[in-house]
């Protein structure tokens, strides 16, 4: 069956600067196997498919897989697949775009030329355990001056290291570490484009890969950040350096208290795809 397709790339304003991202517009119809051997065939971190909503409140529900299994919810698929949605010239129902994902229900807001989703509530948040924030530092082979839990679905465990030249060097040795996902951030210097840099790690076959821009990180980081920091209302982050992107994520705290993560989507394939 001919069903509409989509790569955009996500959290950036330059086309191949950012997170790539397929999307399957007209999902309906395909089973499981079949979503998951498209998505390991693309080869991408996560490929999406656009289904109609389980629930009136929601525009489109979206289901999220990574070549190796399905995701409840990732940051740069919920942009993207929304970006991808709204170019077909659909209309959402309300002024903000209502995403049905694993998680639930995911408001996304359009901003000018950016898009941003509210951030998930965390499932998991807290201090680390001793032995595992020590883990992570041999792996990194350096100092972690602060961990956090920070899983809204993926599992994340964010850490900070001492700064920026220290977090751009790491080439972590994660053999011995527990199958976890990490996010490892370190704060800029005053003047420069943004306020934190991030790398993030996860597990790939025997090894750990690296993600170039992560929406779903940089929305529990952001939590973590501005619990730590109240005074923390809005910032930049920057992600992909060492890979080679110009990954920008803008993060806001609205007056109630929810936490928005924003960038550009740049559209790069549309067409057809059979499946």
Not at 96 to 109: A, W
């Amino acid at each position: 069956m001919t069903r509409r397709f989509a790569q955009v790339d996500v959290f950036t304003e330059r086309a191949l600067g950012g997170n790539p991202l397929a999307v399957v517009i007209d999902a309906d119809g395909l089973d499981d196997e079949s979503m998951q051997a498209f998505a390991q065939w693309t080869n991408l971190s996560e490929t999406t498919f656009v289904l109609p909503p389980s629930t009136t409140e929601a525009d489109y529900r979206v289901r999220i897989f990574t070549p190796a299994g399905e995701l409840p919810f990732a940051g740069h698929p919920t942009l993207g697949t929304c970006a991808a949605w709204l170019a077909t010239g659909a209309t959402p129902q309300r002024d903000d775009v209502m995403q049905e994902c694993g998680v639930g229900l995911v408001p996304i807001r359009r901003a000018g030329e950016r898009l941003a989703f509210r951030a998930p509530p965390l499932i998991r948040s807290g201090p680390v355990d001793a032995d595992l924030v020590a883990s992570i530092s041999d792996a990194l082979g350096t100092p972690v001056i602060d961990a956090s839990w920070a899983d809204n679905g993926p599992g994340w465990v964010a850490v900070e290291v001492r700064d920026v030249a220290t977090l751009l060097a790491l080439r972590p040795q994660f053999n011995d570490l527990p199958d976890i996902k990490l996010g490892v951030i370190a704060s800029c210097d005053d003047g420069d484009d943004a306020a934190i840099e991030v790398r993030a790690f996860y597990p790939s076959g025997d090894s750990h890969g690296e993600d170039p821009v992560t929406g779903s990180l940089n929305a529990s980081v952001a939590q973590w950040l501005m619990r730590r920091d109240p005074t923390i209302t809005s910032y930049v982050a920057r992600q992909g350096t060492v890979l080679g992107r110009e990954g920008r994520i803008y993060v806001d705290r609205d007056d109630a208290g929810e936490i928005w993560i924003g960038g550009h989507v740049v559209s790069l394939i549309n067409g057809v795809v059979d499946l």
